[in-house]
């Protein structure tokens, strides 16, 4: 499972691509688990990741690798973009992100998702989060 996980570089610039792209849920699991090892042992802030689930199927093991992770990897990132979440059911794609207090910036493309990493674009979200920052709650009148 590790050949599914290595740095490529695009415009100059290199990106952790996670390819679990047409895999089971447990390898899709078995992928996710080992991402942190890759994250945490580069600068805090400085990792541009893109995970491809093009294909992939998930079950709840699978589900809850990803929360996990998105929350363990979140201190090592500095953008995170996913492709091919089409076959992720959409309530699950929001309880990760709400999970991670993060955004997931998904794409159509590989090409399109390096292209936003790699920039100096801010992705403006519906929630009015920026990229991914963390998400903030709205402050009351009261605050």
């Not at 079950?59 to 990803?66: G, K, P």
Request: proline share 6%; glycine share 4%; hydrophobic share 40%.
């Amino acid at each position: 499972m590790e050949d599914r996980i290595n740095f490529v570089e695009h415009k100059g610039k290199q990106i952790l691509l996670v390819d679990a792209s047409h895999c089971t849920p447990a390898e899709v699991a078995k992928i996710v688990l080992l991402v942190p090892s890759y994250v945490t042992s580069e600068p805090r802030g400085s990792v541009l990741l893109l995970a491809d689930f093009t294909g992939a199927e998930f079950d709840r093991i699978a589900i809850d690798r990803l929360k996990e992770a998105a929350v363990f990897d979140r201190p090592h990132l500095k953008r995170s973009a996913w492709v091919g979440i089409q076959s992720l059911p959409h309530i699950f794609y929001e309880h990760i992100k709400n999970f991670s207090q993060r955004d997931l910036p998904a794409f159509e493309t590989r090409e399109k998702a390096m292209d936003w990493l790699v920039s100096d674009e801010e992705l403006q979200s519906p929630d009015g989060t920026l990229g991914d920052l963390p998400k903030r709650r709205p402050m009351s009148s009261g605050e």
